[in-house]
């Protein structure tokens, strides 16, 4: 398992927030704007597209670590973005630095840790009882 993942790989991930989104509609809050667990969801989809393009086949990343301060509400309706930076690499552990803006507010910023994986062998055992 020999990727090419060096420190330095970055994305961007953004999306608008709309009703699905929301703290309401997934259970975390009962307020109609973008809820934590969905600016988690969105750092990690940044973590994966940042490293998509340096794996090999056969090869995934899995989230194993979260550290995220919730900054700031955003409503519906509004665009954010979500920037992911591989920091660190240290073996089959992968650091990320990242932010989630909203226009020029940093809503969220925090960090994810990812480890390099079979994908074939992290399934088969994922599957055993």
Same mark, same amino acid.
């Given at each position: 398992? !020999? /990727?090419?993942? &060096?420190?330095?790989?970055?994305?961007?991930?953004?999306?608008?927030?709309? @009703? !699905?989104?929301?703290?309401?509609?997934?259970?975390? %809050? #009962?307020?109609?704007?973008? !809820?934590?667990?969905?600016?988690?969801?969105?750092? *990690? /989809?940044? &973590?994966?597209?940042?490293? =998509?393009?340096?794996?090999?086949?056969?090869?995934?990343?899995? %989230?194993? $670590?979260?550290?995220?301060?919730?900054?700031?509400?955003?409503?519906?309706? $509004?665009?954010?973005? =979500?920037? /992911?930076?591989? !920091?660190?690499? #240290? %073996?089959?552990?992968?650091?990320? *630095?990242?932010?989630?803006? @909203?226009?020029?507010?940093? =809503?969220?910023?925090?960090?994810? *840790? $990812?480890?390099?994986? #079979?994908?074939?062998?992290?399934?088969?055992?994922?599957?055993?009882?």
């Amino acid at each position: 398992m !020999a /990727a090419q993942l &060096t420190a330095g790989l970055t994305a961007k991930v953004q999306l608008t927030v709309g @009703d !699905a989104d929301t703290a309401q509609a997934l259970g975390s %809050g #009962d307020v109609p704007v973008l !809820a934590t667990p969905r600016v988690v969801a969105l750092v *990690e /989809a940044a &973590t994966v597209a940042a490293t =998509a393009r340096a794996l090999e086949s056969g090869q995934t990343t899995v %989230g194993v $670590r979260v550290e995220l301060e919730h900054r700031s509400a955003t409503p519906i309706g $509004r665009q954010v973005t =979500a920037e /992911a930076l591989l !920091a660190k690499v #240290d %073996g089959r552990r992968l650091f990320f *630095e990242v932010t989630v803006r @909203d226009g020029e507010t940093v =809503a969220a910023e925090g960090k994810v *840790e $990812r480890v390099l994986v #079979d994908r074939h062998r992290f399934l088969e055992k994922a599957m055993q009882p």
